[in-house]
């Protein structure tokens, strides 16, 4: 069974192969305090579409983007890519990360999201998490329309971390929320409120609730201060009943069929921003929450350091997940199977240069971390999958064969055709009256029919080598073709294998479930 699911992984087209994570680099327009202290905008600009320059020093990123186009940045992005690939099962993260003020909440949400909800969403200000959510229904009703017999859930929750004490935003009551861990989930918050939403309207009130119940603050160094990092969620679950057999799959009658489930997860994650307390002027219970909020965030680079080293030297150390719940909620998402992308947000004022320089420095080393993106599906559906894949494989390998096979049967009739031509040039009525190759002036025809020849041979070896080709390949894909069926009917067995091992489990659960029953009927007698 364990060499089965080991062969599953190597010829499913879903097998995991390490991508790097997506850096691009978001420079804001001064804002009003900036312009207030007469800021000039020297100190980050971009040079081009990808290239940035932080004083004296030019970096590059998979984009970069500057001025206040919303729209630029998520057609820009790999926002559709990541979207299409949540579909398709997998789990993608976008992060916002950069120091307070510079952009990270605007980008992911909308402006003024506290002060007016409607600004943020439809206007041309609209954040990435509500154009991602519009296109993610508008891909669903492409792909339900394309594909029969699919069909799509849509769930989200919403919680922010807050002094280190998780929050579930959807429902302010809830506080404090533990997170456990899960061999097959890793890290996830026990308790959190999942809304199922069947519209695009459901799934954004969901994304405007949750905003709403931030929480925000007031300093120096920023009027409307996120104090508390927020990850929104989205699970897109999918569901296809793939057939065990051919004549099923093929649409004849019978044979046995598994649904299919894959669990794509999308999550938007809008990190609070580092600060300075000698600039931000922080006090009291705002003190407080930049001490949680750096000491987070230092635990999130000492992280981001250790993967980056792993990502040059190909060796992984010790990854200091543990050491924050930060970085345990994110571990899937950096070094992980979650495909990524992160959005640094740097302010272009000369004053910020030199935290606008850390924030370039690590988004420099999170493009060096290597994630291995897997779909996520149970052991059933894995299976049942491996069996579609190769199935399909195996019938594109037979449509090959028979378009081969139709090319040597085209090239071998095309030869004999020309043979008889070329024969026909020689015939008796050319001869002489003896037959002796001489006609009736004695010119010499045979010694033009063997002149003749020379061009004929050379396209018959070149038809020979052609069939020959054809014939090499046409026996490579026999083997495998042979040696897919032999996979295709070892995952078969190791599938009717553990569907019996999972009814007998079954069986004796209801048995015991109808002793506990009776047991506790007879102490109510």
């Not at 312009?35 to 990808?50: A, F, K, P």
């Not at 699919?150 to 004490?165: G, H, M, R």
């Not at 988004?363 to 996520?376: C, E, G, H, Y």
């Amino acid at each position: 069974l364990a060499r089965a699911r080991a062969r599953a992984r190597v010829l499913c087209p879903m097998a995991n192969r390490e991508t790097g994570i997506t850096v691009v680099v978001r420079v804001r327009p001064l804002n009003e305090m900036e312009r207030s202290r007469g800021d000039t905008e020297d100190g980050v600009r971009c040079v081009n579409e990808r290239v940035v320059q932080a004083g004296t020093r030019q970096l590059t990123f998979d984009a970069a983007f500057g001025g206040p186009d919303q729209q630029q940045i998520f057609e820009g992005s790999e926002m559709r890519s990541l979207l299409d690939a949540s579909i398709q099962g997998y789990a993608a993260t976008v992060l916002a990360y950069g120091q307070t003020g510079s952009g990270k909440t605007y980008t992911m949400s909308g402006p003024d999201l506290v002060g007016d909800m409607d600004v943020s969403i439809g206007g041309e200000a609209e954040g990435i998490i509500p154009r991602a959510l519009r296109h993610l229904y508008s891909a669903l009703n492409s792909y339900q329309s394309s594909r029969q017999g699919v069909s799509y859930a849509i769930s989200a929750s919403y919680l922010e971390l807050y002094n280190e004490q998780i929050n579930d935003l959807l429902n302010t009551n809830s506080t404090g929320l533990p997170i456990r861990w899960h061999a097959a989930q890793g890290f996830f918050v026990e308790g959190l409120v999942v809304v199922d939403c069947e519209s695009v309207d459901e799934l954004l009130m969901v994304f405007q609730e949750g905003t709403k119940n931030r929480k925000v603050g007031s300093h120096q160094l920023n009027k409307d201060s996120s104090r508390s990092h927020s990850i929104m969620q989205v699970q897109v679950t999918s569901r296809e009943a793939v057939q065990h057999d051919e004549a099923g799959a093929a649409g004849g009658a019978g044979g046995e069929s598994t649904v299919v489930e894959t669990h794509g997860r999308l999550s938007f994650v809008d990190l609070a921003g580092s600060e300075r307390l000698d600039q931000s002027g922080s006090v009291g219970r705002g003190a407080k929450e930049t001490m949680h909020i750096n000491s987070s965030l230092l635990v999130l680079g000492q992280v981001i350091a250790a993967l980056s080293s792993a990502g040059e030297s190909g060796r992984t150390g010790h990854v200091p997940y543990r050491d924050s719940k930060l970085t345990k909620l994110l571990a899937d998402s950096l070094g992980g199977s979650s495909l990524a992308m992160m959005i640094g947000c740097v302010s272009p004022s000369t004053a910020a240069l030199d935290e606008s320089n850390n924030t370039l420095h690590y988004l420099s080393a999170t493009k060096r971390i290597q994630n291995r993106p897997v779909v996520q599906m149970n052991q059933f559906s894995g299976m049942a999958a491996s069996l579609k894949s190769l199935r399909d494989e195996v019938q594109g390998l037979r449509a090959h064969n028979m378009q081969l096979h139709q090319q040597l049967s085209a090239a071998s009739a095309s030869g004999l055709m020309q043979g008889l031509t070329m024969s026909g040039r020689s015939s008796p009525q050319q001869m002489g009256p003896a037959g002796n190759g001489y006609g009736p002036r004695g010119h010499d025809f045979g010694h033009m029919q063997r002149t003749q020849s020379v061009p004929e041979q050379m396209v018959r070896q070149q038809e020979q080598m052609a069939a020959e080709q054809m014939g090499a390949e046409v026996q490579h894909l026999r083997r495998q073709n042979a040696h897919l069926q032999m996979a295709n009917n070892l995952l078969q067995r190791s599938y009717n294998e553990v569907k019996r091992e999972n009814e007998t489990l079954q069986d004796k659960l209801e048995r015991l479930e109808r002793v506990f029953v009776d047991k506790d009927h007879d102490e109510g007698l």
